[in-house]
Structures are given as C-alpha cells and as structure tokens.
C-alpha cells in the first residue's frame, strides 16, 4: 500500500462550517490565552515566576493551576520544579462577559499567568539539580495530580512519587510521603519490580481516594485502591503486567512484547473520570480505555484509539483507519495520518462527556466530542492542526513558525475545565489555553484588506497569420494528472478578436477547475487567473500547441506555470486588515469619515488581537475592516478572535485563529470584482513631470549639470558632499529656471522637475543631465522631455488613461514600518497619521508595470490617512496601448497583488488584428 505525502488544499485553508453548535472546540482553532510567555511567538528561558522552560505536566484543582516545568522529551529548559498559579479563574481565564480586560503597557494582554509557589527549588531564580534526593527536591518531575486537597508529583528520574497531604502554602515546601522509594534520600529501581517499586513513573491521577500511577518504566499501571498514608505503601492492583514482580527487559533493542489487551509498553499516563481509566500506551501508539474501574491484576482494556484492534501497533496506521485517498497504478493511497491514527501519544483525559487526547508524535490534541465506543474510532475535532491529515510541524509544506497561537510541539500533558482545555507546550514553553466559542471562522480569514488574495496568473499570446483549419491548443495542468486540452480550429477570414473570445469560452464554459480566462484586446492577449489564490496557484501548468507542423499561427506564453501567487494572509504591523467571515456582526457600521482616532468597538463587534483591542474602521456580517498595531513588531504571530453582543443579550465569540506577522507585504487597493482587479490609481500632477537620478559615488570636482531647455544648471562636487547633497545643491540651482521646478523625491536621491505652467503648455519641455569624464557621480534623465499633464488627483478610467513615461499614484497597505524613527513615531495605532509628508517606508520598494520596470518616486504612509501607503511611479517611456496593463510592487520576496489600469500610447500605430 502507498500512502499520499501531506497536502495543502485549498478547502482546508478556507476551512469553516456552516452550522456548527454553540461553544464548542473547532479543528485548527488557535489557543485564546497563554501562560509562560510575553506573547504567542516568545520563547524566553528565564527562571521567574512568569516564564515557563520545557513543561511537561499540569493539573487543574480548586481553582488552582499545578506546572510540572519539567519533561522527558528533550525540549529545554529542565527547570527541576513545580509551580503554583492560584486562582486560575480571577487571574488566569478571567473576563468581563467575554471581553478581555486591556492593561495599558501590556504587550499581550492573552498572555497571562503569574505563580505564586514553587516547589523543588528554595525560590524561582534557583534551579539547583540535587543528585542526593531529599524529601523537597526533585529531578525531572515529569507529571502533577491534584484532588484540590492534596498534591502528588511524579519525580521520575528518582523513581519515586512525593505527596503531599494538604496543598503547599510556601516555597521548596518538602514533601509529606513518598512512594516507590523507602525513604526520600534513596531513588533505586528494582528488576524484577515489586508492588511498591518505581521505575521512572511518568504519569500520575488522583480519583476520589484512589491513587494512579503510570510506572513507565516498568510498563505498568498500578493503584492504590485507598490514599496511602505511609512511605512506600504496595500497590493494590497492576495493569499491563501479569503480577507485581515479573522482570522486564531493559534492552530495548532484545526486547519482544506483542501488543493485547492486557499489556502495555512505556505508558506514560494514566487518568480517570471515576468510572473509566484512560492509559496512553505510549510504545504501542494507542490509547488502552477501561469502561469501568478494574477489579483485578491484569484485566484487558475494553477498548482501544489510534489502532483497529488489540494486538496492533503501527504509528499513524493510517491503511487501517484511514479513507482510500486515492488510487496510483491501480493501487490504494492512504494519507500519513487522520483523524483516527496516533503516533506517540502522551496523555488522555475525560470529564465523562469528551475525550482529549494528547497526540504527541503528530503535535496535535484529538477532541472526541463524546465518548468513543468503537475501537479505532476517528476524533471530531483535531487541535494544533488545521485539519486531520496534516501535521505542520513536520511537513515542509508548511514553513515551521518559531512559535504560534495554533501550534502545538509534542503535546505532554492536559487539564480540563469545562470550558478551557490547558495544553503543555514544552518545546514552545509554554501551556496554552484553548476555550470553547460559538462559531467558526476561517483560520486564514484574516488579510491584507487592499489585496485580499493574490491569485498567480499567465499570458497566451497569438500573433502571426491566421489561416483556415490551423487548429491551435492550450493545455492547462496541476503538474501531475489533471490535464486538460483547449482546441480550436481556424475558420475562413478568422480574426484575432474571434479567436481570443473562443477560446476563453471554451475555457470558462466548462469551466476549467484551475484558471479562468479573460480577454486583454489591446495586446491580442488571453489571461489566465489560478482559480486558488495565494502560492498554490504558482503549481498550475500551462502550455500550448499548433499544428499542423506549418501553421503560420503563433502562440506564446509567458512560462510554463502561472506566476505571482502570494499569501495575503501574512501581514505586517499598521497594515488594514479584513476578517472575512460569516455572522460576525448584527449590523454594518463604519467609522466616522473625519474620525482622527478609530474606534475600538463598533456595531457591539470587538476585534481581539492577542487580547489587544483592534481599532475598527468597518463591522458587517461578513467583513471586518481594522488596523493591525504598529506594536506587533515585535512577534511574528498573533491569536485573533471576534467578540459580539447580539440584540437579544448574548454575548459570543468567534474561535481564535493564529494571524502569521512578516515585517512587511504589500497589497493594492482595486475596485472590488475578479482578480486582477482594476486598480484605484490617479494621475500625479496638473503639470507635467520629469526624473533625474543622482546615483554612483561622490570625488571632489566631479562636475554636475542638469541642463533645461538649453539652459545649464552646473554644480561641482565638493570633499564633504553625499549624494544627498549633491541632489540638494542641484535642486536649489535648478528652481532658479523660469519654466521649471524641482524637489527631491520621495525615495532615493532623484530629484523630481515640474513645469511652473499647468497644463499641456509644460509637454515636450526637453531636459537632460550629464556628468564629466572620469566623474564618479552619475546623473541619468529618466525621460527625454517633461511629459503628461492631467488633472492632479483624476482616476485613471479609460476615458482618462495614463501615458507612457507619466508619474502614476497608487495606494496600499502593508508596506511596513517607515525608515525614520521621527516618522515612525508618528504613525499611531488607530489614528490618522499626521508625520512627515516626506516619508519613506523602510524596505525597499520595487514595481513592475505593463511587464517593465516603473521608477518607484514615492513610497511611503499617506498624511491624513490611517494605514494606507502612497506610491508615485514613474512609467516607462515604451509601453504600448493597454486599457488593461497589469502592475506590481514588491518588497523583498513578498509581491502585491496585481491590479490594473488604463493606458494609451498616442505614438503607436494602432493595427486592427
């Protein structure tokens, strides 16, 4: 049997239900709140009380939250101790009727969580690992169990239990008993073991006056019928083993233990909800359930997850519990894992309603909405995971975040509170806090406002002479088995425009599952648009093909596959976001026009971003508009969740999703319809515009000259000159002209000319900028002659296109932080931004327009305005008519949307195809 490698479909990243019931857990929900960490995507190592190391086990009693910040599981820090966070309700989960408290100065006010008590150390700083065992130290305490009255830890690398008989009231507090040890100065492991002998017991529970301890290394559970009140109390019965003393083998490469009913191998956790037992039979990648508490030594479980039957142990045995995903060569392909399959698990609990189990090896938390009656039987809900074939943490599909709110790394240990599902995150260092809520939304539902999605695209191009029965084909592919063939053949007197048209019909009528077409008359040109957004439509293949083999019809693409799709649903700090979703609001409401500060409730809708409140421009039933803050800089992932009060009283909440943060990725405003889009662009001046770039290296006596219709405008470089200067002197020469005036622009050291004269007066006004011989300064006229006079701020529409070598303006968001601290300090969350004019974004800006490069003038935050970037570019001088020609920016790797804009060439020479 073969089995799929791990795949990224578009449905599960759109993943949402339509009816779901209220309050409930939601695959690929991230956690709302977090203990351990500053925010989401910290991972400190300090030793205080707010900072957690590689935790391993918790428990939740009373109202108080036990941490053993410990783990056997490699993931550092091993910080020796436990840690008591009291009332988890009033400092913990607290809110005010669902609305998180914000505390000015706090950078995630999600992150929460101070502990008041430390054991196994004299105080938080200490982390002082005794090799001698005392009756308060501890060395690797892998587990934590609590009845609210009294607290046992599982110190597992001193083969013992320490118990205490009343909660601690004071730090390094010793313990009262200890089992599996005669006294608390020795830490032997017998073998043969005994009824009262540990060996590196890595799970432990507390039910009633029972006491249950998953004696991991003798893979065996055993339990005290009554709470031992005496050093090294027997057992009274054992699980997984046919009596208290038979011998192990230690030698795991000799040893030979066939899975049943009645065995385990390495359990390393046990748990109750008084009237099951739930072991995770860590060796056997399964989890071994008892639908009653067992009576007797030995007794077989009723009941197994993660394996169809008993005796089997295959991690992941997804050819046994897993749908058919598919047939290669007429064989069964089954994915890596599902819903049902366990590799590793490490912990199990129940209230006597759910299940959860902790999926260690696949880094996620299985969620059984009722208690499973089969064996084998699939989870509901995966969590840490968005969707139950995938596991990122491992596949390379899905690039590993340092840490993130929906991330879970080798899950250890769980506590449950009706409401809160406590996870231990060791390898983050952290326990993070999923909650139950009222609906759904999709986990990338939150984008770039301006671009949305970034679909990729191709070009077919046809030129050449068309004769009757050429036949010509496009092919269209995802790079495997789906292919599908396009075919026309030529007609008498056939035109191009009658080609292109039937083309895309044949294309879109039928419609092709992958792209769609449209025409792009002026280039003779058809354009296909990946029907999947973002980088999986960069997969989509595209070739074509004429025959016969002398056919005069030419057909030409622009490469093998579409290009240009990102994801837009990585954003930077400041940039406008959207939630895109479903009821996510009663009524539409928006900010006020002349508002200088947002809102941060609007419509009773309240946006949640690490418990941070996000200022709001818009709310309506399936759109959220809002500005991420400039201060998430400092993270590279946020949760973010919707909050509403309905007209009826209730108060729901939408599930958290994790919102990935990058320093910067552009998206262009477009007028709403299908991609691409016809871009929201305006002509730059009312009078007519050129460009000189200053570029090289400044030598003294270099000799600079900017000369103006005949009139020579001559600087010469001085020892203490940069570029900047230069640029500055010559500006100051050249606003001496009577028809021109210059100022620098906004990026680089160019200087920017503008005809005194508004209008087509200024036209045609010829320029050009030289330097001596030898000089290392460099001067360059972008264009020959100032040129393209409009209305300064008019769109750009058909009937008002733009010209080649024009300075065009375009907006966007998510350019990123601006280059100037004094700027950037203006630049206040939620308010309009009242900076520099002159102002410049910090990452370098690029631009492609009509498949050439436009000289980006200007790119920075737009005064008056919140959130939103202006661009000035400047077109290049040789584009032809195109009343749809396509534009980017860029900045690094990261690449806009695609949006478009009328354009006229008035010196070419139009053919009629």
Not at 199 to 221: E, H, S
Not at 275 to 302: E, H, K, M, S, Y
Not at 461 to 476: F, H, K, Q, W
Not at 856 to 868: D, E, H, K, Q
Request: with cysteine; net charge negative; hydrophobic share 40%.
């Amino acid at each position: 049997m073969m089995k799929f490698p791990r795949m990224k479909p578009f449905a599960i990243l759109l993943l949402t239900a339509s009816v779901a019931l209220p309050a409930d857990f939601y695959t690929g929900q991230a956690a709302r709140l977090l203990i351990g960490q500053e925010t989401f995507t910290s991972q400190a190592s300090n030793l205080d009380p707010n900072t957690l190391g590689g935790v391993g086990g918790i428990a939740l009693a009373n109202n108080i939250l036990f941490v053993a910040d410990s783990n056997r599981v490699g993931a550092s820090p091993i910080n020796h101790r436990v840690l008591m966070y009291r009332n988890v309700s009033g400092t913990v989960t607290y809110e005010v009727n669902g609305e998180i408290p914000q505390i000015p100065g706090k950078r995630c006010p999600a992150c929460r969580g101070t502990a008041e008590l430390v054991l196994g150390q004299t105080d938080f700083a200490t982390n002082d690992l005794k090799l001698i065992p005392t009756n308060a130290s501890m060395r690797q305490p892998n587990a934590v169990a609590s009845d609210g009255v009294r607290l046992a830890v599982s110190d597992t690398d001193n083969n013992r239990i320490l118990i205490w008989n009343r909660i601690p009231t004071q730090n390094n507090q010793p313990a009262d008993l200890v089992l599996g040890q005669e006294n608390f100065t020795t830490s032997r492991a017998t073998n043969p073991p005994t009824a009262s002998s540990l060996r590196g017991p890595q799970g432990i529970w507390i039910q009633g006056n029972r006491l249950m301890v998953a004696d991991t290394g003798n893979n065996r559970v055993l339990i005290w019928n009554t709470f031992p009140t005496a050093n090294n109390r027997a057992a009274d019965l054992v699980l997984g083993a046919a009596d208290f003393t038979s011998r192990i083998e230690l030698d795991l490469t000799v040893t030979r233990i066939d899975p049943k009913a009645e065995n385990m191998l390495n359990p390393v956790s046990v748990s109750s909800d008084g009237q099951r037992i739930f072991v995770a039979d860590l060796g056997f990648n399964r989890v071994l359930i008892w639908n009653t508490i067992p009576t007797r030594n030995t007794q077989p479980a009723d009941l197994v997850l993660g394996q169809p039957d008993f005796v089997s142990a295959t991690a992941n045995n997804s050819e046994k519990l897993c749908s058919v995903a598919g047939q290669v060569a007429g064989k069964d392909v089954y994915p890596l894992l599902c819903g049902a399959t366990i590799e590793f698990p490490r912990f199990v609990l129940s209230d006597g309603r759910k299940l959860f189990v902790s999926d260690g090896g696949n880094d996620r938390v299985l969620v059984y909405n009722s208690l499973p009656v089969r064996n084998g039987q699939k989870a509901d809900v995966i969590l840490g995971q968005i969707a139950e074939t995938i596991n990122r943490s491992s596949d390379s599909a899905y690039p590993l975040l340092r840490a993130s709110s929906d991330q879970i790394r080798t899950p250890m240990s769980l506590a449950y509170d009706g409401a809160n599902l406590y996870v231990a995150d060791p390898y983050n260092r952290r326990v993070m806090v999923f909650s139950t809520h009222d609906q759904p939304i999709p986990y990338t539902g939150i984008r770039n406002s301006a671009s949305l999605d970034v679909f990729a695209t191709a070009t077919v191009a046809i030129s050449g002479t068309l004769r009757e029965n050429d036949e010509i084909t496009i092919t269209v592919g995802d790079g495997g088995s789906v292919k599908n063939d396009y075919k026309y053949k030529l007609i008498k007197d056939e035109r191009v425009p009658n080609v292109l048209q039937k083309m895309i019909a044949l294309i879109n009528e039928k419609p092709d599952p992958l792209v769609t077409a449209r025409v792009v008359p002026d280039l003779s040109t058809i354009l296909l648009t990946a029907r999947q957004g973002g980088e999986a439509g960069n997969t989509v293949t595209v070739a074509t093909a004429t025959s016969p083999t002398d056919a005069t019809i030419v057909l030409t693409t622009g490469g093998a596959t579409l290009t240009g799709g990102q994801d837009a649903a990585k954003v930077s700090p400041g940039t406008i976001i959207s939630l895109l979703g479903d009821d996510l609001a009663e009524v539409t409401a928006s900010a006020p026009a002349n508002a200088e500060k947002l809102p941060l409730e609007l419509g009773n809708v309240q946006l949640y971003l690490d418990g941070v409140l996000a200022p709001l421009f818009l709310v309506s039933p399936t759109r959220i508009n809002a500005q991420l803050p400039w201060e998430f800089s400092d993270r590279s992932s946020v949760n973010a969740y919707v909050r509403l009060r309905r007209r009826d009283g209730r108060v729901t909440t939408t599930m958290p999703i994790a919102v990935p943060i990058i320093s910067q990725n552009p998206g262009l405003f477009a007028i709403e319809g299908s991609d691409p889009r016809t871009g929201i662009t305006q002509h730059f001046s009312s009078r007519a515009t050129g460009t000189v770039s200053v570029d090289g290296s400044v030598k003294a006596g270099d000799i600079a000259t900017i000369t103006i219709d005949g009139r020579d405008y001559v600087y010469t470089v001085k020892d203490t000159d940069s570029l900047a200067s230069v640029r500055d002197e010559l500006i100051t020469l050249v606003n001496k002209d009577e028809a021109v005036e210059a100022f620098p622009a906004g990026v680089f050291t160019r200087i920017r000319l503008r005809a005194r004269t508004p209008g087509e007066a200024g036209n045609g006004l010829v320029y050009s900028a030289k330097t001596n011989d030898g000089a290392q300064v460099i001067l360059t006229a972008t264009t020959p002659s100032l040129c393209c006079a409009n209305t300064e701020g008019a769109p750009i529409t058909v009937a008002n296109p733009a010209l080649p070598g024009e300075t065009i303006v375009v907006f966007g968001t998510g350019l990123g932080r601006l280059k100037e601290s004094a700027a950037q300090d203006a630049a206040v969350t939620g308010a309009v931004y009242r900076g520099p004019a002159l102002n410049e974004v910090g990452e370098f800006v690029s631009s492609l327009a009509g498949a050439k490069t436009a000289n980006v003038l200007f790119a920075g935050l737009r005064p008056g305005s919140i959130g939103v970037y202006e661009i000035h570019l400047e077109l290049n001088s040789d584009l032809p008519t195109n009343s749809a020609t396509q534009l980017t920016i860029a900045q690094d790797i990261y690449v806009s949307n695609v949006i478009t804009f009328a354009l006229r060439n008035p010196g070419q020479v139009e053919v009629v195809p």
